[in-house]
């Protein structure tokens, strides 16, 4: 009797602990639609494109999506698209921790990130040549930040090679409340192709990463202002075009976290 009553406690301890930095799924989407829930939970993942300039619909009931909605006001995007997923855990990570947070300052890794490209029709890399630097001005390679702990808040610089923009430096600001993690990420330079396609600090590409009941939940949205925009829209649809670029993003955590190699695989946006 006693063993089984200490049995009990351990195991009660265990659950605890296991759920002391998550929520239920069901208040993470809280003022979700229903029908938006549903499909979430069946497919694992929903996405939209703001076509109609409507503003977010998907943001999960957190404290951190405040910081989100006053970046992206700040920005007032001519692009907009967000998207809700399910990362199943993995063995031994049911909770974010510092190997979940180390899995996304390990920049190098995005290198031969891949996604679909509408215009090739085919699977193609992403982002080339990713490597932390440690200034704007030496621009040296250093090895990837990782660390010992979760700050509050951190910053990393990095440059890419993007399949259609080329080369560019981007900052990755972290956050974390104890709940949420958060991954805003944003350009410091030109993006261009023939001519510039969005501006310096004009695109903005967010995760945020909360453990539930379900699994991780990750809301991604990306937030782009738009240099040149009739020449954008004449060469490239942004709004599937730029979200495609957040999901990849997605897949990448997804790999790195399982230790798989998912092709992203897109399905249709929700119609809402």
């Keep these: 009797m ?39 939970m069946e497919s694992k993942e929903v ?30 995007p001519d692009v907009l698209t967000e998207g809700l997923y399910i990362i199943p855990y993995s063995e031994g990570i049911d909770k974010i921790n510092i190997e979940v947070y180390n899995i996304a300052r390990r920049v190098s890794s995005l290198s031969g990130l891949t996604y679909l490209s ?14 932390a630097i440690y200034d704007l001005r030496r621009k040296k390679p250093i090895e990837d930040p990782l660390t010992d702990s979760i700050p509050a808040s951190d910053k990393i610089l990095l440059h890419m090679r993007e399949v259609n923009f080329g080369r560019a430096y981007y900052q990755i600001e972290y956050n974390w409340d104890g709940e949420s993690l958060g991954f ?13 396609f969005v501006g310096k600090r004009q695109m903005q590409v967010t995760l945020l990463i909360m453990s539930t009941d379900e699994g991780f939940l990750v809301y991604g949205s990306s937030a ?49």
């Design 2 to 40: 006693i063993k089984n009553r200490v049995f009990a406690i351990l195991i009660n301890f265990f659950v605890i602990e296991t759920m002391a930095n998550a929520i239920t799924i069901d208040k993470a989407l809280l003022g979700i639609s229903e029908e938006v829930v549903e499909e979430l």
């Design 47 to 76: 996405f939209r494109l703001d076509r109609q300039s409507e503003g977010f619909k998907l943001l999960p009931n957190i404290p951190m999506t405040q910081k989100l909605i006053e970046r992206t006001n700040d920005l007032q």
């Design 118 to 131: 509408s215009r090739k029709k085919a699977v193609v890399p992403l982002f080339e040549n990713v490597y």
């Design 184 to 196: 805003f990420m944003e350009n410091l330079s030109n993006l261009r192709s023939v001519l510039k």
């Design 224 to 272: 782009v202002k738009l240099s040149n925009s009739e020449m954008v829209f004449s060469v490239m649809d942004p709004y599937t075009g730029f979200y495609r670029r957040t999901y990849a993003i997605v897949i990448w955590i997804y790999n790195e976290l399982h230790n798989t190699n998912r092709i992203p695989d897109f399905g249709e946006p929700l119609k809402m």
